[in-house]
């Protein structure tokens, strides 16, 4: 089994070329994981601004996915889920692909479906990541496959860490993480700009409104990051027959809180559905 480094640069490729890929590349190469020259990505070739972009960092950018496996000691794969057994096959009987690390950031495919494509001595590592991994702001949650060690965990990790936070769970609750962080943002999106909406009701210029709502946003974020309890923290802000106080009654009144936590749920319920769809186009 190949032994894998976590104090030395190591040899990345990417199975998809995408902006998700093109964000972490660019963090592990900012966080020193990666050297440039070391990264190879397999892009479509009518994809030349992947391409492009890819080059601009110093990596390689491909138009096929078997030498990216043999040239790299990790393997992501970061296409389209229901292309993701597809580009496997195209490396399953590889000798590079025996005993590497694959991990996989398509969503609702399985450890154990990508691990009936691979050869069984491939290890296997699934990631939710989310879209602010573009700023390095990403949430993201993995999952181990049957012969995954925990050296790989660490390794998957780190390289995650490099772009936003990364946490372990058990492959159970991966449809729960798709649902709150990575659909999280489209509704983050949505209040952002109905706080916006709200501020231009009330006689704010729009531009004025959202750069208020976005900060707003990010401020109390950051104010959570670092220690404390939304509740606490939303009751400090709350002063008796207050502005917040009229406000907050107002959105408990048309039932603000069920509807995200609905939101998340129906998320969840749907990832459920997508999983056993992919399930069976893979296998």
């Given at each position: 089994m190949l032994k894998l480094s976590l104090q030395e640069a190591m040899k990345i490729g990417f199975i998809g070329g995408g902006r998700l890929a093109f964000a972490l590349a660019n963090g592990f190469i900012s966080a020193g994981l990666a050297k440039p020259d070391e990264i190879t990505a397999s892009v479509h070739p009518a994809d030349v601004a992947s391409a492009e972009a890819f080059k601009g960092l110093g990596a390689t950018a491909l138009f096929e996915n078997k030498p990216v496996v043999e040239r790299s000691d990790v393997v992501?794969?970061?296409?389209?889920?229901?292309?993701?057994?597809?580009?496997?096959?195209?490396?399953?009987?590889?000798?590079?692909?025996?005993?590497?690390?694959?991990?996989?950031?398509?969503?609702?495919?399985?450890?154990?479906?990508?691990?009936?494509?691979?050869?069984?001595?491939?290890?296997?590592?699934?990631?939710?990541?989310?879209?602010?991994?573009?700023?390095?702001?990403?949430?993201?949650?993995?999952?181990?496959?049957?012969?995954?060690?925990?050296e790989d965990v660490k390794l998957a990790t780190q390289l995650f860490r490099a772009v936003g936070t990364c946490d372990e769970v058990p492959e159970y609750q991966m449809d729960a993480v798709t649902a709150l962080s990575g659909s999280g943002p489209a509704y983050v999106y949505m209040l952002i700009e109905s706080l916006a909406d709200g501020g231009v009701k009330c006689g704010l210029p729009r531009?004025?409104?959202?750069?208020?709502?976005?900060?707003?946003?990010?401020?109390?974020?950051?104010?959570?990051?670092?220690?404390?309890?939304?509740?606490?923290?939303?009751?400090?802000?709350?002063?008796?027959?207050?502005?917040?106080?009229?406000?907050?009654?107002?959105?408990?009144?048309?039932?603000?809180?069920?509807?995200?936590?609905?939101?998340?749920k129906a998320a969840e319920e749907r990832c459920k559905e997508v999983n056993k769809e992919l399930s069976l186009i893979i296998n």
């Open positions: 992501i794969v970061s296409v389209k889920p229901d292309v993701v057994g597809k580009a496997l096959k195209e490396v399953k009987n590889l000798q590079a692909s025996n005993n590497k690390l694959f991990i996989s950031v398509a969503m609702g495919v399985s450890t154990a479906s990508i691990e009936k494509v691979l050869p069984p001595t491939a290890r296997v590592i699934r990631v939710m990541p989310n879209t602010p991994a573009l700023v390095k702001e990403g949430a993201a949650a993995l999952c181990r496959g049957s012969i995954t060690t925990d531009d004025l409104a959202l750069r208020l709502a976005t900060q707003t946003t990010l401020g109390a974020a950051a104010m959570l990051r670092n220690g404390g309890h939304p509740a606490v923290m939303k009751d400090n802000v709350t002063s008796p027959a207050g502005s917040t106080a009229e406000g907050t009654y107002h959105l408990e009144k048309n039932g603000f809180r069920a509807a995200v936590i609905g939101a998340v």
